[in-house]
């Protein structure tokens, strides 16, 4: 292979692991501010379950405060049952204390419902505070994973940017040149091999004339498709 081609086939593998790592330490940021997301919205889940038992905490207190009231207003009015003096009296005083009651087996059937419901309640606020604390932990050691893996990409990244730059100082500058610009035009791809017969970049049959030029090593050559650069593996 002609020295210059494969000096630019080798920076072509350079370039793939660079774009690689590159790509690996650009999605890191992303991956941390998804787990960060993910653990802030678990948060508010488990705030707003503690928000519901306290509201309905204050609802069962309030009442109770109700109940009490009916209770008293029970007792006062049959304590004054004694001291009526007329059947009217005493009857629309026993409807009074009636309709108490009735009020007041309302509220305790409230309470009791309150009573289950904060059961409940609690019950969930304490599993997600629970599992809050370990995927608190678990965000934070994945968290100090990926940080550990952009550290270790990117010292990986400068020591391959190092070879590169070692490697393009050998290449002759049209060459590289005309490398560089197909390699942008075709996402990171400038040169490929003959494949039976074919282009291995755009998959088109390449003209037998065409794959001798190639094979003579003496220029660079490109598919007259995709304008690729062309070289060709010989078979051992």
């Given at each position: ?22 790509k690996q330490i650009s999605d890191i940021p992303q991956e941390v501010s998804t787990l960060k997301e993910n653990f802030e919205q678990e948060t508010k889940h488990t705030e707003e379950l503690k928000g519901e038992l306290d509201t309905i905490q204050i609802d069962r207190k309030n009442k109770e405060i109700e109940l009490e ?168």
């Amino acid at each position: 292979m002609n020295s210059n081609l494969e000096l630019l086939v080798n920076l072509q593998n350079i370039d793939i692991n660079i774009d690689k790592i590159t790509k690996q330490i650009s999605d890191i940021p992303q991956e941390v501010s998804t787990l960060k997301e993910n653990f802030e919205q678990e948060t508010k889940h488990t705030e707003e379950l503690k928000g519901e038992l306290d509201t309905i905490q204050i609802d069962r207190k309030n009442k109770e405060i109700e109940l009490e009231t009916k209770e008293s207003a029970i007792k006062k009015h049959q304590t004054e049952l004694y001291a009526v003096k007329t059947n009217k009296e005493y009857t629309s005083l026993q409807n009074e204390i009636n309709t108490l009651k009735k009020d007041a087996s309302k509220i305790e059937d409230n309470i009791l419902e309150i009573m289950e419901l904060t059961e409940q309640l609690n019950h969930r606020f304490k599993e997600a505070r629970n599992n809050l604390k370990k995927d608190e932990q678990n965000m934070k050691d994945e968290i100090k994973e990926l940080e550990d893996t952009q550290e270790a990409l990117s010292a990986d990244l400068s020591g391959r940017q190092k070879q590169r730059d070692e490697l393009t100082v050998k290449i002759l500058p049209g060459a590289l040149s005309r490398y560089e610009k197909i390699r942008k035009k075709k996402k990171g791809t400038a040169i490929v091999k003959i494949k039976d017969n074919n282009c291995s970049g755009c998959n088109m049959k390449i003209t037998l004339d065409l794959i001798n030029e190639v094979r003579k090593n003496k220029e660079l050559i490109c598919c007259e498709n995709c304008s690729r650069i062309l070289y060709w593996e010989e078979k051992e």
